[in-house]
């Protein structure tokens, strides 16, 4: 494990430390887990963290995609 060193401001640290506290864990693996999350999973398009993350309410949107993400059909 490499040790690092980061600086936030007095808010984002209280909001991580109550965080972590809810959690039962040291403020250290609260800013790991959230470094993780944020990173892209090895293999995987960056992209894909947002798949399924936008609801359009139309039951067929995945037959039309294109015309979701680009406002046109091809």
């Not at 984002?12 to 944020?38: C, F, N, P």
């Not at 067929?60 to 091809?74: A, L, N, T």
């Amino acid at each position: 494990m490499i040790r690092t060193q980061i600086s936030l401001e007095q808010q984002e640290y209280d909001a991580a430390k109550a965080a972590a506290a809810t959690l039962g864990i040291s403020v250290a693996e609260y800013v790991r887990r959230a470094v993780r999350e944020a990173l892209p999973h090895p293999g995987e398009a960056p992209w894909m963290k947002f798949a399924g993350f936008v609801e359009t309410g139309d039951e067929r949107s995945s037959q039309s995609i294109d015309e979701i993400v680009y406002g046109r059909k091809d």
